[in-house]
């Protein structure tokens, strides 16, 4: 019996319907191979009913914000192929087929996480915390509102979900930002999510990557009231993505709804006036909403 994606034509064959095409092509929109260590790019959570409108919502976002950043990369090797193009006929389908190569849309691809209502969206090139920063900005500038996604937080570092593998992987990640040579000394606190993991310790975590931060030359000082950077920490499953914001706060914790209400409301993201509204009060709340 031909399904409903399969008809049958005059001559007895089951001739496969235009749904069937249109699902197959969208499935190959996510990466079936899932988060594993070493991808970099943007947590995504959406609501519970609307993931297809989420993922639609995000790519549009993540190809304007790289459009206003990295357009102009290339410099004056593209300006003179452009003019060369202008001048000789023959070079406009090359040109044409350049600017194809180039699309934004070739590197940005969902990444299975196996956890409901939540995406990872790998960013092949450009830097997920400028990317992510551009769109919370434009959403501000703009007064502007979404529909479908909540939380975007650029993921930077990721390893194994492990004791052992964080305290193995995260010290040169961390002392990068925090013991480098142009590192200064800050006010810092870990905000800590887990979502499918039970066999990993919150405060076990916490207390090794806090002590990450301080080993070394600069002694970094905690404080969840007023932090002036905040450490990431999202466990999905087996694996750890690690981030380190330095406006998680005034950002909203980075939740687009809330970004965007703040700039339709008053026109600004003040981080004062946030920082005040905000009830948590503590950067480690594990009851953080998706």
Known sequence: MATQAETTTDQGKRKRSK??????KKKKHVDPRGL??????????????????????????????ADRLYADDGGD??????SAADNDPSKELEKEINALKDDWKNYFQAVE???????????????????????????IQRKA??????????????????????KKQCPQYLKQHFQSDTAKDCKFAIAYKSRYN?????????????????????????????????????????ICCMSILNDFHQMRKYNLNEVSHYGRSEGKCSSSKIKSQDD??????????N
């Open 19 to 24: 749904a069937y095409y249109t699902n197959y």
């Open 36 to 65: 594993r260590p070493g991808l970099k790019g943007v947590l995504l959570t959406c609501n519970n009913t609307q993931n297809r409108g989420a993922l639609g919502e995000i790519y549009q976002m993540l190809h304007e914000s």
């Open 77 to 82: 090797e593209t300006t003179k192929l452009n």
């Open 113 to 139: 996480t196996g956890v409901k209502n939540i995406y990872f969206i790998q960013c092949n090139k450009g830097d997920p915390y400028e990317l992510t920063t551009s769109i919370f900005n434009d959403l």
């Open 145 to 166: 509102s979404v529909r479908y996604c909540q939380r975007l937080i650029p993921v930077t570092f990721m390893c194994h979900s492990t004791l052992e593998d964080i």
């Open 198 to 238: 039970g066999d990993l310790n919150r405060d076990h975590v916490i207390a090794a990557v806090a002590d990450m931060v301080i080993d070394g030359k600069i002694k970094h000082q905690v404080n969840l009231d007023n932090p002036d950077v905040v450490v990431v920490i999202e466990i999905i499953k087996n």
């Open 280 to 289: 948590s009060g503590t950067a480690t709340n594990t009851d953080t909403p």
